[in-house]
């Protein structure tokens, strides 16, 4: 099994200058820049004007080339048009026989095609701190558009089979899966690969396409300032990965790179989401993938990774993601894909749950039949509406609910005082309680407890029967021991007549 990086070209920062005054007339200093399967040279000329000197791998075919110039220039053109900032992304320069693609020969005799672009300012994504939620939204509007501009863009060598195109996620990784050397490691890859050949591959043919830059790593993405403190997203290089697929993947790539390191990684994702949205709407079906597509990506990178590093393990560039990529997938796989997936619904300011519609008609059409769920009829019966909240007279110094015999004899004195059948604890009412780790959410600021009470509380005496107001079927059972926890637990799944569960 070879890897790319084996036929990537080896010239040295004076080859680079010798390249740059025979091909381009310029005299420069060069410094060699990180790259994965190319060579890639920042060259600084006398007037201070700068560049970058990109020799491709001996394996790259010229039309892949070209369909990155003719991106980037069709890109500047849109940026001209739409008078906006034409420095998002590098201009082509030519050689001095005026082509756009050149090339020269290298001392193991190969011959390399060779292009000069402008060097764009900025500095990259990952050294950038913090990532705030408006760098993160600025993020998304800017590939949002992206996309936009490139929609009426084509070239024929975008219709390829690419390695590290998405939609071959599922072929290309059972292929590499065995040269990652951790078991865990391997297995929790397996996870992903399983869920998204299930789920998400089968619907891929049925979601938009167009031609993605599909590299937009935090290397990649570059930033500049905004004022004394801030950040904007200003340029995006490395158009060596471009491809014709499955729009979305753009997002997917996006959302995976800048989820690295991040404390809570699906709210940076959401941001990102919310940004693109705003300025290339996003459909239902390519928001139900988007998760999926997202954890693909990394996995891609882990597996690439493991096969280009036997062939060059001196290459620590090859690696750089690496750990981030494996801390963030075991964060990703404690997260439930449905979570994912509402969460960026909601971020488009769609109902997060897409059934939602449906199901609430259902529940009205059909709240005549709901049984009782005590045995008094909560719509007749002498009520107790209690006080649970931050400001609560009735809990008083007990407000945080530690003492829990302490509370359970403040609420039943007050509906034994009030001698009614039931106390009811209000929705959306802020309370005290949640103080215990699992009500805590770590944020990249701080952490957070919650606060908001999000369902309705029943009170009845020990023993009185509980009865399930539809039919349905027990989807969990759990006694939930932790302090402050919920205890026993059960929940119940029905369904509305065209067999939605809910």
Same mark, same amino acid.
């Given at each position: ?24 007339? #310029? ?194 993405? #570059? ?94 560039? #090859? ?58 009829? #909560? ?124």
């Amino acid at each position: 099994m070879s890897s790319i990086v084996e036929h990537a070209p080896k010239f040295s920062e004076h080859d680079a200058v010798r390249i740059a005054k025979d091909l381009f007339a #310029l005299e420069v200093s060069a410094k060699l820049l990180p790259s994965e399967r190319d060579q890639n040279f920042h060259l600084t000329a006398s007037n201070d004007q700068a560049y970058v000197l990109k020799i491709a791998n001996s394996t790259e075919l010229e039309a892949v080339l070209d369909l990155q110039n003719q991106a980037m220039i069709h890109i500047r053109d849109k940026c001209r048009l739409m008078q906006q900032n034409i420095s998002v992304a590098p201009q082509v320069c030519l050689s001095v026989r005026d082509e756009p693609i050149t090339s020269t020969r290298g001392d193991d005799g190969a011959t390399y095609f060779v292009r000069l672009l402008t060097y764009l300012p900025g500095k990259p994504l990952a050294l950038v701190k913090p990532h705030s939620p408006k760098l993160m939204i600025g993020l998304g509007q800017f590939f949002g558009n992206l996309s936009q501009m490139l929609q009426d863009f084509n070239h024929p060598a975008a219709q390829r089979d690419f390695h590290w195109d998405l939609k071959n996620a599922g072929r290309i990784l059972p292929q590499y899966i065995g040269l990652i050397k951790d078991a865990d490691h391997q297995q929790l890859v397996q996870q992903f690969i399983d869920r998204y050949q299930a789920a998400t591959e089968p619907r891929l043919p049925n979601l938009r396409t167009s031609v993605v830059h599909s590299d937009g790593n935090d290397y990649n993405v #570059l930033a500049a300032p905004d004022g004394p403190w801030h950040h904007q997203i200003s340029g995006v290089i490395d158009f060596g990965d471009m491809v014709h697929t499955q729009t979305i993947n753009e997002v997917a790539i996006v959302c995976a790179y800048a989820m690295l390191d991040k404390i809570d990684p699906l709210s940076a994702a959401k941001t990102i989401v919310a940004g693109y949205h705003q300025v290339f709407p996003l459909t239902e079906p390519e928001l139900a993938v988007l998760f999926d597509l997202i954890c693909m990506r990394l996995c891609m990178s882990v597996c690439h990774a493991a096969n280009q590093y036997r062939h060059e393990p001196d290459n620590q560039y #090859l690696r750089i993601s690496e750990q981030p990529a494996w801390e963030l997938l075991e964060k990703l796989a404690d997260i439930h894909p449905n979570l994912a997936h509402y969460t960026f619904r909601h971020a488009c300011k769609l109902p997060p749950v897409p059934q939602f519609e449906s199901v609430s008609a259902w529940l009205r059409q059909n709240s005549v039949n709901f049984g009782p769920i005590v045995d008094d009829d #909560l719509r007749t019966a002498n009520l107790s509406v209690l006080d649970l909240s931050v400001g609560s007279l009735l809990l008083g110094s007990d407000g945080d609910g530690a003492d829990l015999a302490a509370v359970t004899e403040k609420i039943f004195r007050q509906i034994k005082a009030a001698d009614v059948a039931v106390g009811i604890g209000r929705y959306n009412e802020a309370r005290l309680v949640y103080t215990s780790e699992q009500f805590k959410t770590r944020t990249e600021e701080m952490a957070e407890h919650r606060t908001v009470h999000l369902g309705i509380d029943l009170y009845k005496s020990s023993g009185a029967p509980v009865y399930a107001p539809l039919d349905g079927k027990v989807h969990s059972l759990a006694n939930n021991t932790a302090p402050l926890d919920y205890g026993p637990t059960v929940i119940l799944e029905h369904r509305t007549g065209q067999d939605e569960p809910f």
